[in-house]
């Protein structure tokens, strides 16, 4: 049925037409009656102590309510921000969580570190009374890249944490692993750096809070992927309200990446000063505070090492990552070089023998956490560069080198021997859809013509792969994380046969608009224009979860299947009762009730309106038709795929030329194939603006970021890309009710890998991402010098 | 404070304003059009893209003041009695906006590009386009849209 609209099909996005008419609700876009503008003085050095503030004249300035510092929250009792996932040392030693106020109270750690907030009855006004407040610094010497923290003589970037060391973590089998080394026929090793990256989502970030002070209800508007983790952490921990009186509404949000997972400073004070001042009080980003304060990407320091038989078949893995965690921990920052990085070091073979150590680190730069991907990313880099050095290594074939030790279609469940079980896959077949896509065959025709032309020609593989559907609650329990990640549904009839459907997802460019309402048509026979999706406000949904990690339809679309469940229960009762017949004998499909044997039926909306206008109702049947369902996934999700680049390398210039880009990806069943492939464009993308162009640089001497605007900081634009070419292949995913394993990071994963291992093939030479021109000339020279 | 005077959407609009006002702020908190989004403050991002007098200007960079008389068009004056300019319409066909904050300057820009190019092909399109960022879409579906609109509109 509804083959136009229900799954599989690509319907057009049902949100589009408020963005495209510029009717969005952005956070900006929302004003409050009697709103006053919050600024915040923010720290220009990267770790200095604050000897003294002096607000005196600020606060005579023309229009200013009100200037708050770092020991005002602190007198109010608010408690400082939290990281909610604990990670335990491998000398049994919990992580090092240091203070992390929301201003600043005696120390600066990076700079942009908040050090007071001005409330004035206008920006400019805030703006400029902020230039008079006075701060006496007395400067330190910082520290800035995770390498250098450890080092004995690094600058101590909090008190409480000796050697800047927040955690000494270990995954995996060490003596294995050893013994795998040691009986090796081969060993590849390499260094690599995954570069740091700011998130920019095109929205900056912004919060309003607001105060009623009839109902002491605060109301905070702001800029999230998760309102109701952002209301329940700044109630239970950080003491803003109690949870009831708290209602945080995230209303169209323009991109987030993982970046507006976390709880902020600035959203926490104004929800705070807004009960403080009894007014509304709106703060909106610019983009270098964006810069400055959103929560950074990657930042990894690696060594990795491949032991192998002679017939180039892994033996073991060994991986050591220094995870630059920036100055304070982030709202999760602890898991994503930890369980979202080791646990994913198998990849797609299978190397029996794998040992992790990660020591994460404090420095004087922004905090680091989830950014699309999260760890992922990270994981897959490690795994497809030393697979890649490895075959170049044995001069064996990369793709032979793969295919000699993925693991076979018919193994699953498998289990790694890194605490994961895949359920479902074929690695094998994206390998050769990808090999088809980008022409394998005509390769070498291709190669031999740029060289005819004075060009280097490079291709390079990544087979990815990820856990995703984040997660099941009693797993992530079990290794740290202080919340449960299942999610919530509320199917709503509405008595004249429409559907809202409250979800605890958060759509910011997912579409789910859509791709929700397409299960609701496919599954109760609703006309999509009938379903209206809402999302996003504390005060509306069942409390949620939210969207990251590419959980949103494995869990939060398995939530609403299992409403739907429910739906179509308690309609059995009643279609029972309407045709007068037995409830075992009703048969539903696609919104239509029947008696099983018979020609009579009832349609959904019938039943719906039977249940709100119950005149001739079941007697022992509550009336309504709305369910709200809970759903905890069984196991993560484990999408995977290859993804192959092609480049032509101008030696004389350092140009790389991203020629071809082949994805063959299995996210299992697929609800709309057109938001599918967009995810893909967007994910490849930006892990091609990662090895090509970005990079967050901090001086190493003053800690100031180097690239802290567009004019430093390269964002991947229109004429950096050529058209993907796309296959999905599906193996279904055994875990959930839709079969749907995320789509959402898989090509930001797979990318950096793929184009990194096509540009060091065309250069013969590894080097680090960005591949920047200058980078990657150098390389060249070097290489042509070399042979001369 | 002085006035300034403008037509924008086809309607006659005159206001009081800070000198420093920018345009993009008077569209948004003087007019309410907050369809133009502010993306960063370096002119780079191209959200707050709008049309004076036909040409496409990033509101972000030029101040209210100097737009006495002129004709502004925003996203929000595209559609016509409920129907979506061609390039509207084509995003929405080819999927050309996830997020939708850095749509409307990206949909601004490319009629421009459509109008001073007819019938561009992808590379131009990609150059064109060079001034709006997108983190989301990867571009590939908006260049498709630019294509496809270009063909409706007459180009």
Redesign the interface.
Known sequence: MSSETGIGASV??K????????????L??INRPGQAYGVFLRSPHAFAKIKSIDIAEASKAPGVVAIYTGSDLADDGVGGLICGWGITSKDGEPHKAPAHPAIAVDTVRHVGDQVAFVIADSV?QAKDAAELIEVDYDELTPVVSGADALASGAAQVHDDVPGNLCYDWELGDEAAVDAAFSSAAHVTKLDIYNNRLVP?????RAAIGDFDAGTDEIILYTTSQNPHVARLVLSAFVGIAPEHKLRVIAP????G?GSKIFIYAEETVCAWAARKINRAVKWTA???ESFLTDAHGRDHHTTAELAMDANGKFLGLRVNTIANMGAYLSTFATSVPSYLYATLLAGQYTTPAIYANVKAVFTNTAPVDAYRGAGRPEATYVIERIVERAARDLGMSPVELRKRNFIAPDAYPYETPVIMTYDSGNYPLNMDTALKLIDYDGYAARKADSESRGKKRGIGFSSFIEACGIAPSAAVGSLGAGVGLWESAQVRFNPTGSVTVFTGSHS????HETTFAQLITEHLGVPIENVEISHGDTGKVPFGMGTYGSRSLAVGGSAIMRAVDKIVEKGKKVAAHLMEASVEDIEHAHGVFKVAGTDKQVTMAEVAFAAYVPHNYPPDLEPGMDETAFYDPTNFTFPAGTHIAEVEIDPDTGVVEVLDWAASDDFGNVINP??V??QI??????GIGQALLENAVYDTETGQLLSG???DYT?????D?P??KIETTNTPCPGNPLGVKGCGEA?AIAAPAALMNAITDALGVEIDMPATREKVWHAAQSVQQAAE | MPNVSMTVNGKAVSAEV?P?TLLVQFL?EKLS??????????S??G?CVVHVDGKSVKACTTLALQHEGADVT???G??QNGE?HPM?AA???H?G????????GM?MSAIDLVNTHPNPD??T???G??G????????????KAVKAASDNMGG
Do not use: W
């Open positions: 057009r996005r949100e589009d037409k408020r963005f495209l008419t510029g009717k969005g609700r952005y900006d876009d400019a920019n989502a095109m929205e900056p169209d949000v323009g991109g990446f610019e983009r270098s910011h460019g997912q579409g057109m938001i492939e967009g464009h967007g994910g490849v993308a930006q605007s567009y004019m964002m991947p634009r229109a004429d890309f058209s993907l090509g | 800070e420093r948004r059009l907050t369809g133009t989004h502010v993306g960063c403050d370096t780079q991002c959200a925003t996203i929000e595209l559609a979506l509207q995003f929405k066909e999927h906006l996830q997020c939708g904050f850095c749509t409307p949909v992808e590379q399109i990609r150059e386009l060079e709006n960022i997108c983190r989301c879409t990867g571009y590939q579906n908006i260049v």
